[in-house]
């Protein structure tokens, strides 16, 4: 049995990939779910869940076992894996911190009435504010910093979600219709719920280059066993806020036949709203601080992440390019981050949703090939026998990339109707 002063010493990786995680797909997609669905969206939301867990899983696996990343590990199975993941990478830069700090930009305008601003000059200071953070603090103080914001988005979350239980569920409207779940538009919701819940597969790659910085700055190497229940504790704590935030939804919303807005920022604003109406004025401070805690800690992990795995990938295919491995590389790839997704707000800003939907069709199309190349990863001769995942493990994985691998057909066959 782990001590727990052991597990809170190795918290690290699990502690990032929760807070990466828990973003719009919660924030948006659970609540959502929750409001024009009720309770019985609990199923695919735990499923999603539980199908996709070892390719994540598998990130941490490779890395402390082997103490390599595990783009290094798609570059052992051959260049072209790397190349694969690297294509990922690339539609991901230019799209996912983008429609990140947009969300968070218009959530901090609408929760604290600034109208004096426009959303691309708070992008512009949350880029700068955030990319001094991790230059500054590095991959520690990104961990501290995040066990404060978890703690309170935590604590915030959990209140409210006793006072929306307490208050009991708003009266339903006599005019309203229970929308279908297995029509075309309820299977689509499926689709973006499921694809993106608790985060998009290529995460696994981020998750393993936070657990060599972890690696780093402990004293002593952690056993395989300590690594996976700290990765674990995470991610038992994204599924459970995704469930929290789906009661919030299907609490104060479902069943009063309300227009929810496609527009994340301000369906976001509309759910804080609709919060406080429900449960009174007074609970706005914790509900506008666990949403805003929310998006701000994704941006902050998901800045680092691509980061991280860009400067990872550019090293493994360029090899010779010694500029890549200088002290201060880290901190110019978080500058050309920042740098390269303003300049997609200011000059895209109006077909944002063009370029989310290029990236949502990448990372679902190939979301079960990154699966299964995570799967020959561990399984590979870089690992030895007794830490490659046990057979249980090995059968959840091959059905989380069948029922991937459906949900990507599927979503091809749906475009092109």
């Known amino acids: 049995m782990t001590k727990p002063k052991s597990l809170l010493k190795a918290l690290g990786p699990g502690l990032l990939f929760a ?8 924030l948006v997609l659970s609540t959502k779910a929750g409001a024009q669905y009720g309770w019985i969206m609990v199923i695919p939301i735990l499923l999603a869940n539980i199908l996709k867990y070892p390719f994540f899983e598998f990130g941490i696996r490779y890395t402390t076992v082997t103490e390599k990343s595990l783009v290094e590990g798609y ?3 051959g260049k072209t894996y790397l190349w694969v993941y690297a294509f990922v990478t690339l539609i991901s830069t230019f799209t996912v911190l983008a429609a990140l700090y947009v969300v968070t930009a218009g959530l901090f305008m609408n929760l604290f ?10 992008s512009l200071c949350l880029f700068v504010f955030i990319s001094l953070l991790l230059i500054v603090g590095k991959y520690r103080f990104l961990e501290n910093s995040l066990k404060a914001v978890i703690s309170i988005l935590f604590v915030a979350l959990l209140v409210t979600t006793v006072l929306v239980l307490d208050k009991g569920p708003v009266p339903e409207s006599q005019s309203y219709l229970r929308p279908e779940i297995f029509n075309e538009a309820g299977v ?3 689709i973006g719920l499921m694809g993106w819940m608790p985060t998009a597969v290529e995460a696994s790659g981020w998750v393993s280059l936070w657990g060599m910085e972890n690696l780093k700055t402990m004293k002593e190497k952690p056993t395989l066993k300590l690594a996976l229940q700290e ?6 704590l994204t599924a459970l806020l995704a469930v929290f935030f789906l009661i919030i939804g299907w609490m104060t919303l479902y069943g009063t036949g309300t227009e929810l807005s496609g527009s994340a920022v301000v369906f976001a ?11 009174g004025n007074w609970a706005y401070l914790f509900i506008a601080v666990a949403a805003f805690a929310t998006m701000f800690s994704t ?6 992440a691509i980061s991280r795995v860009s400067l990872d990938v550019l090293e493994k295919l360029f090899p010779k390019k010694e500029s890549l491995k200088s002290k201060n590389a880290f901190a110019v790839m978080v500058l050309c981050m920042a740098l390269v997704n303003w300049v997609v707000i200011t000059l895209f800003g109006a077909n944002m949703g063009h370029l989310v939907a290029l990236a949502t069709f990448v990372s679902f199309v ?6 299964w190349m995570n799967l020959k990863a561990v399984m590979g001769k870089d690992i030895p026998e007794p830490y490659k995942p046990k057979i249980g493990l090995q059968a959840l994985t091959y059905s989380g990339i069948v029922f991937l691998s459906l949900f990507a057909l599927y979503y091809c066959w749906m475009l092109l109707m």
């Not at 509309?270 to 109406?277: A, E, N, R, W």
């Open 366 to 371: 190939l979301a079960p090939l990154l699966g």
């Open 188 to 190: 689509l919701f499926l």
């Open 299 to 304: 941006c902050m992990t998901a800045h680092d």
């Open 269 to 279: 604003n509309q759910v804080v709203s609709l919060f406080t109406t429900h449960i």
């Open 75 to 77: 570059l052992n199975l």
């Open 113 to 122: 009435a600034i109208t004096s601003l426009g959303a691309g000059t708070i």
């Open 231 to 236: 990765f674990n504790v995470g991610y038992f």
């Open 19 to 26: 807070s990466m995680a828990i973003g719009t797909s919660h």
